[in-house]
């Protein structure tokens, strides 16, 4: 969805860094979800952060973790990298009544060297 | 959790000829089925979806339809164009457009000219 966007665009970190992705939602949308995508796999549910609190939580380790800001836009930040989580993050928005999914942002590649 | 199952990996079809991809879930609960289509380097892209209370949904070439009983839900897709070739992914939620999705792992449709 051309509403959403992801900063950066590419990023790369060594091992057991940190590192931290940025997220704004498409105006109006209050409800922000995270995605990892690994090469040739379909895209896996972080969480989702609605009202500045984790909202649903998919099966990743705490080294994920999140935050909403007041204006709705999110961080994704993962702990101790591991050359594991190499991968396309991605984030969508929508509204928390939504009947529709929502589209994604472009993402960011994070690689892990 | 929700479990997607996706089928077949991949699919080359003639052009002008139809293309079928399915699905399987295992949650009961899940309510929302939407499909997306990624092109290579792209971001994944809604293109139709499906809600428990309706049995098919058509728009022009593509269509889904949904099998509450047996848990199953398919993409259609007739007269199969060169730009149709992607990756396509089937996806279940809980509680609507808004919550997490979980993904299927993928359907390369491969278009032959």
């Known amino acids: 969805d051309a509403g959403v966007t992801q900063s950066p665009t590419h990023l790369i970190k060594t091992r057991g860094q940190q590192v931290t992705l940025r997220c704004s939602p498409k105006?109006?949308?209050?409800?922000v979800s995270w995605y990892q995508q690994a090469l040739g796999q379909g895209p896996q549910f972080i969480f989702q952060y609605y009202e500045e609190e984790e909202r649903q939580r998919g099966n990743f380790p705490d080294r994920f973790s999140g935050h909403q800001f007041p204006n709705y836009s999110s961080e994704l930040n993962v702990n101790a990298l591991l050359l594991g989580d190499s991968a396309l993050y991605l984030c969508?928005?929508?509204?928390?009544?939504?009947?529709?999914?929502?589209?994604f942002g472009q993402g960011t590649r994070l690689t892990v060297v | 959790g929700e479990n997607v199952e996706q089928h077949p990996s991949t699919l080359s079809v003639q052009e002008g000829d139809s293309a079928v991809i399915k699905c399987t879930y295992s949650?009961?609960?899940?309510?929302?089925f939407p499909w997306y289509k990624q092109e290579l380097g792209k971001r994944p892209q809604l293109i139709i979806d499906?809600?428990?209370?309706?049995g098919e949904k058509k728009d022009q070439r593509i269509a889904v339809t949904l099998n509450k009983t047996a848990k199953h839900f398919s993409l259609h897709i007739t007269e199969t164009q060169p730009e149709d070739s992607a990756v396509y992914f089937c996806?279940?939620?809980?509680?609507?457009?808004?919550?997490?999705?979980?993904f299927g792992k993928g359907t390369h449709l491969i278009i032959q000219p």
């Open positions: 105006s109006g949308h209050d409800t």
């Open positions: 996806a279940a939620s809980i509680g609507g457009g808004a919550d997490g999705l979980t």
């Open positions: 949650d009961s609960a899940s309510n929302y």
């Open positions: 969508a928005s929508s509204l928390v009544s939504a009947a529709q999914g929502s589209g």
């Open positions: 499906i809600r428990s209370n309706v």
